[in-house]
């Protein structure tokens, strides 16, 4: 059973720019989830999708970050204008029942 | 409010030594309680989890927990850690939102 994918592993960009970050779940996997990870800390929820419908996105900075997951399948997590305070590691996980969150490898961006 | 604590920001045992690490909850109701391991440049890995039943919890890689509610506790432990075991290890709490703890790394000493 293939894993979570997300690409790219890793991005480096200046402040003020925009970023992409693309995740692919584990096949029939309804449930989709954005971590943002910042550096000595555990990972922090941005956006859960149930299909393709947003279940949470309270903690989500909704004035620069966006996501969006058509189809119900692959996902993406863009930021728009990037600041410095961005610079950690995305993680997308996904997962069929409460049981488990399988995890991806995560994107780490770094902010210049 | 829903949190997790790992008191342990490191530590650092011995090759063959036991291995315990520390996690304490507050959650509004039973909760789901989860240890997840995180090797450099990688994901996150679940080693066990806690739904109901037997309060002690076996896990992948020779990990167990026990779940301890007067303590509000669910501390991980190893009998003899492998040098393959240095990592970061997270405390998790819920359903299906999921709160971490800040982690705790783990250095084996050769």
């Known amino acids: 059973e293939a894993g979570v994918a997300q690409s790219p592993r890793y991005k480096i960009i200046e402040k003020r720019q925009s970023v992409a970050f693309w995740c692919n779940p584990i096949?029939?996997?309804?449930?989709l989830y954005w971590y943002q990870q910042i550096l000595g800390q555990g990972p922090k929820l941005l956006i859960q999708?149930?299909?393709?419908?947003?279940?949470?996105d309270s903690q989500l900075p909704k004035d620069r970050f966006s996501a969006e997951r058509l189809k119900g399948v692959d996902s993406t997590l863009k930021i728009q204008p990037a600041k410095l305070e961005d610079s950690a590691v995305y993680l997308c996980?996904?997962?069929?029942?409460?049981?488990?969150?399988?995890f991806g490898p995560g994107t780490r961006l770094t902010v210049l | 409010a829903q949190s997790v604590t790992q008191p342990d920001i490191h530590i650092t045992v011995s090759e063959g030594a036991s291995l315990e690490l520390r996690c304490n909850y507050s959650?509004?109701?039973?909760?789901?309680l989860f240890w997840y391991v995180q090797s450099p440049g990688q994901g996150l890995q679940l080693l066990l989890k806690?739904?109901?039943?037997?309060?002690l919890v076996q896990g992948i890689k020779g990990f167990e927990a026990e779940f301890k509610r007067s303590q509000s506790s669910f501390n991980l432990r190893k009998p003899s850690v492998h040098w393959s075991d240095a990592a970061e290890y997270f405390c998790?709490?819920?359903?299906?939102?999921?709160?971490f703890g800040k982690g705790t790394r783990l250095h084996i000493l050769p």
């Open positions: 996980a996904s997962s069929s029942s409460y049981n488990e969150q399988f």
């Open positions: 096949s029939g996997h309804a449930t």
């Open positions: 999708f149930q299909n393709n419908g947003v279940v949470d």
């Open positions: 959650y509004g109701a039973t909760p789901y």
């Open positions: 806690y739904f109901s039943g037997d309060t």
């Open positions: 998790a709490v819920g359903d299906d939102k999921i709160i």
